[in-house]
């Protein structure tokens, strides 16, 4: 299975800042990645899908990047309700793993 | 949008059969994922069927045991599950899929595997 590492596991920051949350392939999946968000007792909200194309509705702040085994997603002003945790997704093979999920804190 | 089936607790070695059901697409047009949460734990992808019912995929620790599924004429997707373990208890998520992403998520069903 193609395993996904997102990096940090958790972070602390300010509302205003600009965050950075990485996640890594073993294996190349082109632009095949997606971005969820997720709050407690709330199913995930997806964000970003095919790397770089931000799903309808969702606040442009957010944003996606990378192609292959390497990807970001970028928070580029933190808000009061970005605090959550956030997971990528690779849809190029089966199974479509998850990475480890990273939680925003609030600092 | 898409409404799951209520919470169940079944004993280990049991089996059980989860459905969603869609409100606003006909699920002829789309792949259909089951996705499951351990309690407190992250996500995990468990299968998906394609928009045409002619291919199934499932992670590694559910096959031979769990069995994804479609009615079209009732619209209703399914995942029949048997042989449970403790380490199904989850929180299991049906979830509309769109390529590389899955846009639309129930809001989930709980299993709890217990004796």
């Known amino acids: ?107 | 949008q898409l409404v799951e089936s209520g919470a169940v607790v079944v004993q280990p070695g049991g089996s059980l059969r989860l459905s969603c059901a869609p409100s606003t697409f006909n699920l002829d047009d789309y792949a259909m994922h089951w996705v499951r949460q351990p309690p407190g734990k992250g996500l995990e992808w468990v299968s998906v069927i394609s928009w045409d019912g002619g291919s199934t995929y499932y992670v590694d620790s559910v096959k031979g045991r769990f069995t994804i599924s479609k009615d079209s004429r009732k619209n209703l997707l399914y995942l029949q599950m048997d042989s449970l373990t403790t380490e199904d208890t989850a929180l299991y998520y049906c979830a509309k899929g769109i390529g590389a992403g899955a846009d639309f998520w129930g809001q989930g069903t709980l299993v709890t595997v217990s004796s």
């Open chain 1, 1 to 107: 299975a193609n395993q996904l590492t997102q990096t940090p596991s958790s972070l602390s920051a300010s509302v205003g800042d600009r965050v950075t949350i990485t996640c890594r392939a073993s294996q190349g999946i082109s632009s095949a990645l997606a971005w969820y968000q997720q709050k407690p007792g709330m199913p995930p909200k997806l964000l970003i899908h095919g790397a770089s194309s931000l799903e309808s509705g969702v606040p442009s702040r957010f944003s996606g990047s990378g192609s292959e085994t390497d990807f970001t997603l970028t928070i580029s002003s933190l808000q009061p309700e970005d605090f959550a945790t956030y997971y990528c997704q690779q849809f190029n093979s089966y199974p479509h793993t998850f990475g480890g999920g990273t939680k925003v804190e609030i600092k």
